[in-house]
């Protein structure tokens, strides 16, 4: 089902990416970490519908996105970041696989982490949070979405890896099979995994072969 919603407003996050609050639809319902397809009610962009990933709480009175901006004139994201209050989305109902299953460790890719961010804000709601552990990698100290926050509700179990800045404060590597088997103690316990699409594939590879069930590991598929 559509529903045609205003922008309440926008801000900047980082350097590209934005964050995006919007009315929510009466009853409006889903589950931390599921998306929806939305789309820009003008007529040249309503057909052209996306998967955003909802990044506040069920139980919040808006509808909150946390986008990243691409620097392509003709894409969906760069039209959405020019735009401002009061311009209307069109969002379909919640849908995606991923969910919070239990304890475990949640690794990301850039954008990726947009998944897991209403989980974590819902866990850290619930003081939940214990025997958790976030793999963030990143290209550049900058790029890190939420940086703060994450910190601020992780402590210690927030690890950054930056991949392209040899000045960062942060670890360096590359999350791979080395990187997994140096950092993770329990292969049995839950893996969440969101990022471009070739490393959520080498990732999820790499822990089926250290000894992780297939079924412990959840992505969008």
Same mark, same amino acid.
């Given at each position: 089902m559509d529903h045609t919603v205003k922008i309440i407003f926008t801000e900047q996050v980082t350097h590209n990416v934005k964050r995006f609050v919007i009315e929510k639809p009466e009853g409006f319902q889903f589950v931390p970490g599921q998306a929806t397809d939305l789309s820009i009610n003008e007529p040249e962009w309503k057909d052209n519908k996306h998967p955003f990933t909802f990044t506040c709480l069920n139980e919040d009175p808006y509808l909150e996105f946390t986008i990243k901006i691409y620097d392509n004139p003709h894409g969906v994201t760069n039209h959405l970041g020019q735009l401002s209050a009061g311009a209307e989305l069109i969002i379909n109902d919640?849908? $995606?696989?991923?969910?919070?299953? %239990?304890? $475990?460790?949640?690794?990301?890719? %850039?954008a990726g982490i947009t998944p897991f961010i209403a989980i974590l804000r819902q866990l850290n709601k619930q003081g939940k949070l214990d025997g958790n552990i976030l793999f963030f990698s990143n290209k550049t100290d900058r790029d890190i979405i939420l940086r703060d926050e994450l910190k601020a509700i992780l402590g210690d179990n927030a690890h950054f890896t930056i991949t392209s800045q040899k000045d960062s404060q942060y670890d360096q590597r590359r999350i791979n099979a080395n990187f997994l088997k140096a950092e993770i103690k329990d292969f049995t316990r839950h893996f969440y995994v969101c990022g471009p699409d070739q490393m959520v594939a080498d990732i999820n590879e790499t822990l089926e072969k250290l000894g992780a069930k297939p079924d412990s590991v959840i992505f969008e598929k």
């Open positions: 919640a849908w $995606g696989a991923i969910e919070y299953k %239990g304890p $475990g460790y949640f690794i990301a890719g %850039g």
